[in-house]
């Protein structure tokens, strides 16, 4: 009976260490959930997306769709490039949203206190940060994740994109 105890007790405490280390995955950079809790995600198909964005109306903009409270880019097809700003509530997967302060805990460098940038660098399928952006990246190599911050050093707006749609900016209309 101790031993079955022992093991129910490890089990929880795994289960509790696993959660607690996923909520802080690279890939919770690279979506955002929507004000209808939908959530959308770099690479994800067109078709995907406007199956989640439904009917709602937007302006193409730079060969960009932006719908008042959000931007969507596409390159060959897939997700490659979102934004919001202003009073948007949407939010990044990880919980980050505009108005935040904490932003230091999500592997941002901030420069001159103005913006800030996280890099995350494929490596055999699986994304992990980097301190550093490389230029030669191809599509779906990388994903360079900004922030803008107010004078009062809050996210002001937020970027999330494809590294070689950040150098190159090739959308698709």
């Known amino acids: 009976m101790k031993k079955k105890m022992l093991c129910l007790v490890t089990a ?19 979506g955002v959930k929507l004000p209808s809790g939908d959530k959308l995600k770099l690479y994800m198909s067109r078709a995907d997306v406007e199956k989640i964005m439904g009917d709602e109306e937007f ?20 997700l490659s490039y979102i934004s919001f700003n202003g009073d948007s509530t949407v939010s990044l997967l990880n919980g980050l949203s505009l108005g935040d ?24 399928g699986k994304y992990e940060a980097t301190d550093t952006f490389d230029p030669k990246m191809e599509f779906q190599d990388g994903v360079t994740v900004t922030i803008y911050l107010s004078s009062e050093k809050k996210v ?9 749609v950040a150098t190159v900016r090739r959308l698709d209309g």
């Open 101 to 124: 302060t904490n932003y230091d805990k999500y592997d941002f460098t901030v420069y001159n206190d103005k913006d800030g940038n996280a890099y995350y660098k494929n490596n055999n």
């Open 59 to 78: 302006k193409l903009v730079n060969n960009t769709y932006d719908y008042g409270y959000i931007t969507l880019g596409y390159t060959d097809g897939l």
């Open 12 to 30: 929880l405490l795994l289960g509790v260490l696993l959660c607690a280390c996923s909520g802080s995955s690279a890939e919770k950079m690279f």
């Open 156 to 164: 002001e707006s937020v970027m999330v994109l494809d590294s070689y």
